[in-house]
């Protein structure tokens, strides 16, 4: 608890002085920050811990105490018309307050199944703090993020799961996607009794939770142990390695179930359209988080010296930190429009910013320059305006080993006959529903793919049992 | 889910957590909207004789004090008893019930001291279908002028004779809800008991100025520059309420009775204080004005999950409390403790420091680097180190075992032994 407050430089120990391998301490660093090209292993073996640690510490009981004293049960309080899957925080809130997080846990799963990654992930100061009232009246809102993590972590600590399913109604849902989306649809389904077998073309569930969220916001194995948690309701049957497309039709789900649910997020990525793209040491974002996440050990993972991030959201920017976060010596974000356009929220960016990323505004890739492997990117400015971005003839070039790809991800291997609207799924369609990422409504957000699920849930339980 | 269901005095609620007559029982609207909220009961907003209705105030009615973070600590009001037409109240006090079967439906009554009139006032309530009524005994200001509400109830023979009438003309089971502005809270109860009631409730409101406003030189609330003492209520009045509700409940002349308690409850810990206190049921008021009805629901899960961790009913909850309320005198003097600063959660505010050293024993020292820690030669356990401690389970109370010697008096722990037997009192030395 104590000590997250420190300066930057001792929380993430990016400025270690650097020590050559010989005769050192620490054997297993063999390389710095400044070593050229995409290594491994550029910080001392320990600071990878400290900087892949939990970015934002639990509170402890007396923390909580505090923080939740300061809600003030507002009438129908706007934090929870916030809230994509509108928990009654202030509620829950009260329930700490009083002594009782199981039952604040209870409040919370019982909208949001996902509540304690959700703590963890949400952009709580675009979302419940945002509209916190104490936020308008001190700018400093109730911790909601953080009283939710509190509440969830005590009854998950706990073993408790205050969820049981009901009488078996015999239908049988199949849902696509193991990621928030198909997991809250599943829990949902399996409560109001029906069976459910969730189909996933990874080897792991849990979706961008596992396999996209950055590190240090779900530490310590947090996704799995919550898939693991929200199974215990029983129903619930994951088949991993499953694609739709691939291995089943979407036709022979309809066939062999009551109801299909597809949550498959957007597993597309766009394209550069840069010359050279296709260079070493230039790839897609999502595929370097993925790696990061499913990495055993940190200093095995290679990392460029300088990179260049393309891109705006979240994405880019936790591909940025978390390359410095590894030992890059210089991180570069380019946003080919300016600061208040990026989708990534000013608290990430400023997270960014004081990690020691650097935001270039306005400017788009030219070309990636090198011989064979990336050495350089040119850029040239733009400019927005109401005809929409226009080049401008200066240019600039950036020296980058190592480029990441982070310009928006799209919907990928849906199947045809499903109705698209501006690159998204839309639904429902005879049995078929939709929800998360992949569908129109979406919003890129964790607490939206849950909302979607449930929702998607609740109108399927409605259809079966009509 | 631990059991809520609870019958007191054989009204049947679907949880003990009843609303107080006053305004959030005042008519069909919020009556509704709290059971929609989860309310198990409601006593309805006390109603008068028929006739032209009372007329309130037309400025502010109610005064506060508050705490850190501007957190209301107590309420007083100047409030009568319902300004609506009876008529108006009995069709709608009618209608509620049939609508909401499984709540308990009280209604409160308050009219002049004589058996006509409150035969009248019983007459026209017993087609409304309620549960019960409760006398109100309690108003402190206002009624008791006219010679009602507490001024009734400051009367114990009053009390016992009302309360024979009403046991007399009606077949309902009967609260009598007393004052606390009385002496000695067992002398209206056992005047309740004696004239049959099935039940009292308590506290009714204490008489109060809340403030005075330091320019105008009125007491708060002000109408027109001039205000009068008001009832105050709220998380401030629990720890008196909670020593009348215990009297009663372990007093030989009334023991046995049962108990609504009421005063301060905001939160389920409060309820389940004044449970294990002898109250069967809980009554709510400004917790619900401050907070509005959905407070309830905390009250639900808190309650329920305390009985789960605990594993106990509900019924072994109640009174659980009341064989520990005991005199002074049968204190044991040889239970001996030191308090115990916890060096981790310390966060080193230094006010254990200050309120020891310059207002107690002299018990906790501080070093250089701010590390307090008690001196148990010094260390009489008073708990004033734990009372102003910022920090929840910082500081806590050691006893110490049998047969240890207490470095402050260099003696041993010994057994239980109490002021009756001791030395230094007069009367034992005497014998
Ligand atoms: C790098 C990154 C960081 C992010 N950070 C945050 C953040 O901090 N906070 C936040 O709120 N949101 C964040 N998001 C967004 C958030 O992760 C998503 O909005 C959310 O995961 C969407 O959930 P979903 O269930 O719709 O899709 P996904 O999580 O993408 O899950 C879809 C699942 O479907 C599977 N699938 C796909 N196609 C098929 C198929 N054909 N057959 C079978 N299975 C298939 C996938 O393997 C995957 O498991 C981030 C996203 C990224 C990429
Ligand atoms: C504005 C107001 C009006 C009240 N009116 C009545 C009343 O009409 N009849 C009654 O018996 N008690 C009345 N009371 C007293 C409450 O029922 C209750 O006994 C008291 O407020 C203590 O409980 P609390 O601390 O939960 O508020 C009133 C209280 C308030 C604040
Ligand atoms: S789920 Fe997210 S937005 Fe909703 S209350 Fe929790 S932290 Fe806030």
């Known amino acids: 608890m104590r000590g997250e407050n420190l300066p930057f430089d001792k929380k993430y120990d990016l400025c270690q002085p650097f020590q050559n391998g010989k005769g050192s301490a620490k054997p297993k660093m063999t390389h710095s920050p400044l070593t050229p090209g995409i290594v491994p292993g550029r910080l001392p073996a320990e600071a990878y811990a400290r900087n892949f640690g939990d970015h934002e510490p639990a509170?402890?009981?007396?923390?909580?105490?505090?923080a939740a004293d300061r809600c003030y049960f507002c009438h129908d309080a706007p934090c929870i018309t916030a809230?994509?899957?509108?928990?009654?925080?202030?509620?829950?809130i009260r329930q700490i307050?009083?002594?009782?997080?199981?039952?604040?846990?209870?409040?919370?799963?019982?909208?949001?199944?996902?509540?304690g990654i959700c703590a963890r992930v949400c952009p709580t100061e675009t979302l419940c703090e945002e509209a916190c009232v104490r936020e308008a009246a001190e700018g400093k809102p109730v911790e909601i993020g953080r009283l939710q993590r509190f509440a969830t972590d005590v009854a998950m600590g706990k073993g408790l799961h205050p969820f049981s399913r009901d009488a078996a109604t015999g239908k049988r849902v199949a849902v696509?996607?193991?990621?928030?989306?198909?997991?809250?649809?599943?829990?949902?389904l399996a409560m109001h009794g029906h069976d459910v077998v969730?189909?996933?073309?990874?080897?792991?569930?849990?979706?961008?939770?596992?396999?996209?969220?950055?590190s240090y916001k779900a530490t310590g194995g947090f996704a799995q142990a919550e898939v693991d948690w929200l199974l215990r309701i029983g129903g619930i049957e994951i088949r991993t390695g499953v694609e739709l497309g691939r291995d089943v039709t979407l036709d022979e789900l309809q066939a062999s179930y009551d109801a299909v649910f597809l949550g498959i997020g957007l597993a597309g990525v766009n394209a550069l359209r840069a010359e050279g793209e296709d260079k070493a040491g230039v790839r897609d974002a999502v595929d370097f988080i993925a790696e990061l996440r499913q990495a055993t050990d940190l200093s095995q993972l290679p990392v460029g010296r300088d990179v260049v991030v393309i891109g705006g959201g979240m994405t880019a920017v936790d591909a940025a930190v978390q390359s410095k976060l590894l030992g890059a010596e210089t991180v570069t974000i380019v946003y080919r429009r300016g600061r208040e356009k990026m989708s990534a929220s000013a608290h990430e960016q400023d997270h960014a910013v004081q990690s020691g990323v650097r935001i270039i505004h306005n400017a788009v890739p030219l070309r990636v320059l090198g011989n064979g492997k990336a050495e350089a990117v040119e850029f040239t400015y733009t400019q927005d305006g109401p005809g929409g971005l226009t080049l401008l003839p200066e240019t600039f070039t950036l020296k980058a080993d190592q480029v990441f790809k982070a310009i928006g991800q799209v919907l990928k291997g849906a199947p045809d006959n499903l109705v698209i609207a501006g690159g998204k799924l839309a639904g429902p369609l005879g049995k078929v529903w939709v929800g998360g990422d992949c569908a129109v409504g979406g919003e890129d957000l964790t607490v939206t793919a849950v909302a979607e699920g449930r929702d998607a849930a609740e109108a399927i339980h409605a259809s079966l049992m009509s | 889910m631990a059991n809520l269901a609870s019958d007191f005095i054989g009204i049947k609620s679907p949880n003990p957590f009843w609303l107080a007559s006053a305004p959030p029982t005042d008519k069909k609207y919020n009556v509704e909207r709290a059971f929609e909220a989860g309310w198990g009961g409601v006593v309805w907003k006390t109603l008068g004789s028929e006739g032209p209705p009372v007329v309130n105030v037309n400025g502010p009615r109610?005064?506060?004090?508050w705490g850190a973070d501007r957190r209301l600590l107590g309420l007083n009001n100047i409030e009568l008893i319902t300004d609506r037409p009876l008529e108006v109240n009995l069709a709608e006090i009618k209608e509620v019930k049939r609508?909401?079967?499984?709540?308990?439906?009280?209604?409160?009554?308050?009219v002049p001291c004589d058996e006509d009139s409150w035969r009248d006032i019983l007459g026209r309530i017993e087609d409304t279908e309620a549960d019960g009524v409760e006398l109100n005994f309690g108003c402190p200001h206002g009624m008791a002028e006219r010679g009602m509400g507490s001024a009734v109830g400051q009367v114990p023979e009053y009390i016992e004779m009302v309360t024979r009438w009403v046991k007399k003309h009606s077949r309902m089971p009967c609260i009598v809800k007393l004052t606390p502005n009385i002496t000695n809270i067992l002398a209206p109860a056992g005047a309740a008991k004696r004239g049959g009631a099935d039940a009292v409730s308590l506290i009714n409101t204490i008489n109060s100025i809340t403030s005075v406003d330091l320019d105008?030189?009125?007491?708060?609330?002000?109408?027109?520059?001039?205000?009068?003492?008001?009832?105050?209520?709220?998380?401030?009045?629990?720890?008196?309420?909670?020593?009348m509700v215990a009297e009663i409940a372990r007093s030989a002349e009334t023991r046995g009775l049962p108990i609504s308690g009421i005063g301060g409850v905001t939160t389920w810990r409060d309820a389940a204080e004044f449970m294990a206190l002898g109250a069967g049921n809980v009554q709510v008021c400004t917790a619900a004005m401050t907070y509005g009805f959905k407070i309830v629901q905390e009250m639900i899960s808190g309650l329920s999950q305390y009985l789960d961790d605990k594993q106990i009913a509900m019924s072994d909850l109640i009174g659980r409390a009341v064989p520990n309320v005991t005199d002074w005198q049968y204190l044991n003097l040889n239970y001996v403790a030191k308090a115990h600063i916890d060096q981790d959660l310390c966060i080193k505010c230094g006010r254990c420091y200050a309120a020891c050293e310059d207002t107690s024993h002299q018990a906790i020292a501080m070093s250089a680097d701010r590390t307090f820690t008690v001196k148990d030669d010094e260390c009489v356990a008073c708990n004033l180190c734990v009372n102003v401690c910022p920090v929840d389970n910082c500081i806590t109370m050691v006893p110490m075992a049998k047969g240890a010697v207490d470095p402050r008096t260099g003696r041993k722990v010994g057994d239980y032994a109490n002021w009756t037997t001791h030395p230094n009192n007069p009367s034992v030395a005497a014998e």
Request: glycine fraction near 12%; include cysteine; hydrophobic fraction near 40%.
């Open chain 1, 176 to 188: 696509v996607g193991a990621g928030p989306a198909g997991l809250a649809c599943a829990h949902r």
């Open chain 1, 97 to 115: 307050a009083t002594g009782t997080p199981e039952a604040a846990a209870t409040t919370i799963w019982s909208q949001n199944i996902l509540g």
């Open chain 2, 62 to 65: 109610y005064g506060a004090i």
């Open chain 2, 216 to 243: 105008s030189f009125s007491p708060e609330p002000m109408i027109d520059g001039k205000g009068t003492h008001g009832g105050y209520c709220g998380p401030a009045v629990k720890p008196i309420a909670m020593n």
């Open chain 1, 59 to 66: 509170l402890d009981r007396h923390e909580a105490r505090v």
């Open chain 1, 198 to 214: 969730v189909l996933e073309r990874r080897p792991k569930a849990g979706g961008l939770n596992e396999y996209g969220i950055a």
């Open chain 2, 99 to 110: 609508k909401w079967r499984d709540r308990a439906m009280i209604i409160s009554l308050m």
């Open chain 1, 83 to 92: 809230c994509p899957t509108s928990i009654d925080i202030p509620l829950f």
